[in-house]
């Protein structure tokens, strides 16, 4: 079987191809799997042992080159917007990855997604007979939907709970990596050891905000409260003047080995993007997470926070006032004899558990035989 994996190509394919590559890596040698990429992201997942399309992906019409020359038998996709049409213009069944946001039904928001500005981009087809999606939602109709994340936080509508195409996977992250985004090998993954050995006696704090979503105005300020207290920052969000006392404490790094870090950190801080909430538990790990004001990030921000696996920091146009809560917030963390501190890492040891059953339960090579087998029994006719 040829399986065709599209990461969204309009907001960066970095954070949309990590959970395709952790999903290609858990195929056998039974299937051939191929890339369709941006060229300046090529490198990079050659690098992590991607087959990569020679195709600089930009548009539907690079997608349905790449269509004629793989030939896949299913498309695999994360937010890809010219999957939704390509499929349909080609007749090649869709998998693709949903999260909360954009779940078939999910109640309207008043706020903005992260990933809205696509919509923008997408091409008009309608002469050809495809109907122009309005939301979010309808662009991403598939055969079968990839949740990559936990049934107790990333929630599906009444609607859609006991539909068999919704599959639950768990974390979608690659191990630590020296690969930089040009593909060769980096060096920080040696200085970030040499940090955390510099740093071995005191509270170390992650903070990152991703690869896309924007610092909020007050972080660098509380970046330099934590240093002056002696406590160590690792970062991913650059501090433009570090004091020079505190320059043993703070090291920046654009992408970090999150894993590594985590297992020697006492608290991070984050946006609560797709893959970034997974590290706290998977390490169980406080954490306090900032508003970015996209609703589909803050629900699972809030969904942790009721559940008393995280701090959720709303929004606010106080930017003094939310340092100072994030200040507190991160103080309340770090106490080791804060009850909240002991109760939420009880909750994270818990989902860890959930992390470990749902991973086990989870076969893709099955849900793609199924989706192969069920549009064979439609004659190859591809239903949304």
Known sequence: MKVLFVPAHHMGAISHGIPLLALSQMLGTEFTTAFLLPCHFHRFFSAHGATVLDISHEDLRTQMIAYHRFK????????????????????????????????YGSPQHEGRHSCEEGLKSIPDVSALGIEIPNTLSDLVKAEAVIIPGLRSIECLPDHLKQKREYYYTGPLLLKDSSIALDGSVSEESHAVERFLEKNAGRQIVLLTFGTIAETPPFIPQSICQLLSRGIAVISTVLLEVVPP???????????????????????????????????PILHSLPSVIVATGFYDRDDVAKRLDDLGAAIHLHGSEDQEGMGQRCIQAIQSLLDPDSSRQRSMRAVLSTLKMEVEQTVSSFRFADVLAEVSSRAESRGGQVTR
């Open 72 to 103: 896949p038998d299913i498309v695999v996709d994360d937010l890809s917007f010219t999957t939704y049409f390509a499929s349909q213009l080609s007749y090649v069944p869709r998998v693709t990855v949903q999260r909360t946001g954009i779940f």
């Open 245 to 279: 006392s505190c320059e043993d404490l703070f090291h920046y790094g654009r992408f970090l080995p999150f894993h590594r870090i985590c297992s020697q950190a006492a608290l991070i801080i984050h946006h609560c993007g797709s893959g970034t909430y997974q590290y």
